[in-house]
């Protein structure tokens, strides 16, 4: 049966349901022809007729090649013709300053010019050899500061409300600044985040710039801004420079005197890089044994050919009464195997060896259903890049979660290694330098966690 429909009251006024303006932009695109185009359709009106006495400037960074802008501005010529868009550059007692002058201009025109202009001067910054100007990437964030004449007003245009309320701009922000840099020139802060689309841009500057009304400027409107921004810039170099530390007038800092005394930090600093990598060598391979300096050569030649013949002579005959080799002799050699604390690599691996065999005792003590996490050591050199080759397959065989350590996280198996006993599997009760180790840990259950230990055993064992 369908349902019936709630009859009005007799007399009561029609009420139509409130309908909002609702604009899906279902065609974002990063092409400034098509953002143009779908403009021009939605306001055909306002398209091709100047906008009265508009003018705005656009401040040029120092750190943007001058080149570079002088082409990007001859690219736009093709669209826009140079009475309307002019590059301006000037000095003035070793002050520079440049611009970018609008004047006269459309919305379309004001729409093509600061998209160009915004995404070449963010994109010298990240990509400075980039001379596709209206290829507009994405992730290019737009925005920046532009400078109207004092009169010009922000204002709402209620004619256009209806349609300008349909246009969606995200993001988009459109400021006045508080406190403007030049005189007689009002700053407007645009911002527009990376990631965002093109149209939403072109959107907000058409919205925006339909609703401003410009002041009337005069004919010397540019020299104005020029004397402006070259007023500015002195003006912050001249309380720059009268800081009084700064020496003779050049920077922050004496550079000769800082240089002096960096430069025997620098020279230490590398003499001791230098001395920790041949100690990590010698360490790593005993076979490597450091060579003297030449000082230090020159300095001992004669007191070796002295000591030559009386070493070999009390390496040979002095024994002790007891029949043993004396232990003031000189014939034995002190290498780096014959330093305390050095393994040799058959020695960190039965170390290695032995705390997986530590390991599943631990594991053998517990319920076999028990979630357990442990660690146990695997030789760098020859073994711990097969570990890394096969740890997706031992993670698939034995369902437990393998990870090798970094020295981010080495310090949470410090605690479990100094509780593990290993001396029933090896002679050596010392532990082998970390740089020649690499730790794996093993988390699951513990029948899965035997297999685990079983198959990396195996690779050492191998």
Known sequence: MPVKRRLKAYGAPYEPGSQRIKYHDASETQDIWKNLDKIRKSFPEYCDIELKNSCLFIELPNTITI??????IKALHVYISSEKLQFIETTQHDVYSSFIFLKNFNILDCCLVLSVIFAFRNKQLLVPFNKEYFNIP????????????????????????????????????????????????KEIFIEFPSNCSL?????????????????????????????????????????????????????????E????????????????????????EQYNDPSKVSKPS???????????????????YIGKNATSRFGELSSGARGTTSGPENRPGFMTQEEIKEHCIATIKAAKDFVREKSPYQIL????????????????????????????????????NLHESTQWFASLDVSKYTKFSQHPHQSTVRVVSIGGVGEYILKALDLISRIMEG
């Open 67 to 72: 080149d570079d802008v002088r082409f990007c």
């Open 138 to 185: 994405e992730d290019i964030p737009l925005g920046g500061s532009i400078y109207l004449s004092r009169s010009s007003i922000l204002r709402w245009n209620r004619k256009l409300f209806p349609k300008i309320d349909k246009l969606n701009t995200a993001a988009f922000k459109f400021t006045e600044s508080d406190f403007s840099t030049l005189s007689y020139f």
């Open 199 to 255: 149209t939403y841009f072109v959107n907000g500057i058409t919205k925006h710039f339909l609703n401003i009304k410009f002041g009337k400027c005069g004919k010397q409107i540019e020299s104005r801004f020029t004397r402006s921004l070259l007023g500015f810039e002195k003006h912050l170099n001249m309380s720059l420079y009268e800081l009084p530390f700064i020496v003779n007038a050049v920077g922050l800092f004496d550079m």
């Open 257 to 280: 005197s800082l240089r002096e005394c960096n430069k025997t930090v620098l020279e230490s600093s590398k003499a001791n890089i230098l001395k920790y990598n041949d100690e990590m």
């Open 294 to 312: 030449v000082k230090e050569n020159i300095d001992k030649v004669g007191l070796v050919t002295q000591q030559k013949g009386s070493n070999q």
């Open 373 to 408: 996490k442990l660690y146990v050591k695997c030789p760098r050199q020859n073994y711990a890049d097969q570990v890394y080759q096969q740890l997706n397959d031992l993670r698939a065989q034995t369902n437990c979660n393998i990870v090798v350590l970094n020295l981010s």
